[in-house]
């Protein structure tokens, strides 16, 4: 089975430009994730899905930050525009949840290591 | 609010020794989940083993096993027989049952495996 994929692995970008990252979930998962992750730091989630719907955005910097998920599958982030502090590895996460249980363990993708000149 | 600590930045360990990776967690929600996950230098966060708050036994997943004390609020990480590509970060993360389902992850400790 299939990983969670995700593209480009590494973006090199300056200042100010837009900037998109792309995640493909494990087949049949419904919840979508994605982390911002640190240098030396854990993971941060930015925004959860349940399908296509956004449940939990409240720790994403929607100034600048937005993301989809249309189709229920794969989901795009995307900074617009990009600032120094946005270096950081953007990492995407699906699980199989189902009804209220949310235990549901979560797989990560390989991440997005973004670098703004 | 959910809170990990991991207080050991670096561990050194032999191959084929046994290594203790210490996590501890606040919350006040008494249903949980905690979760280890390993990262290897390509980035990927690779899950190892879960331990539900309710389980009555330790979670064990080959090498691995999860020394859950409760009262304690711990939820150590055993690896048994190191070997040298359990060279990594390791992570350790709380979820609350519910509607939250937010992971909430520790600052890791990094792993090394020497000859």
């Known amino acids: 089975e299939a990983g969670v994929v995700q593209s480009p692995r590494y973006k090199i970008i300056e200042k100010k430009q837009p900037v998109a990252f792309w995640c493909n979930p494990i087949s049949g998962h419904n919840t979508l994730y994605w982390y911002l992750q640190n240098l030396g730091q854990g993971p941060e989630l930015l925004i959860r899905?349940?399908?296509?719907?956004?449940?939990?955005d409240s720790q994403l910097p929607k100034d600048r930050f937005s993301a989809e998920r249309l189709k229920g599958v794969d989901s795009t982030l995307k900074i617009q525009p990009a600032e120094l502090g946005d270096s950081a590895v953007y990492l995407c996460?699906?699980?199989?949840?189902?009804?209220?249980?949310?235990?549901?363990?979560?797989?990560f993708g390989p991440g997005t290591r973004l670098t703004v000149l | 609010a959910q809170k990990i600590t991991q207080t050991q930045p670096g561990m050194f360990v032999q191959e084929k020794e046994a290594v203790t990776l210490d996590c501890t967690y606040d919350t006040s929600d008494p249903s949980y989940g905690l979760f280890w996950y390993k990262q290897p230098s390509s980035g990927e966060m690779i899950f190892l083993i879960y331990?539900?708050?309710?389980?009555?036994q330790n979670a064990t997943e080959g090498r691995y096993s999860l020394n859950f004390q409760k009262a304690r609020k711990s939820a150590n990480l055993v690896i048994s027989a190191s070997q040298l590509g359990d060279s990594a970060m390791y992570f350790c993360?709380?979820?609350?049952?519910?509607?939250?389902?937010?992971?909430?992850f520790g600052t890791g400790t990094r792993l090394q495996v020497t000859l």
């Open positions: 331990q539900g708050s309710y389980d009555q």
């Open positions: 899905y349940e399908n296509e719907e956004a449940v939990d």
């Open positions: 996460a699906s699980s199989h949840s189902t009804g209220g249980i949310h235990t549901d363990t979560q797989y």
């Open positions: 993360a709380m979820i609350q049952t519910g509607t939250a389902s937010k992971l909430t």
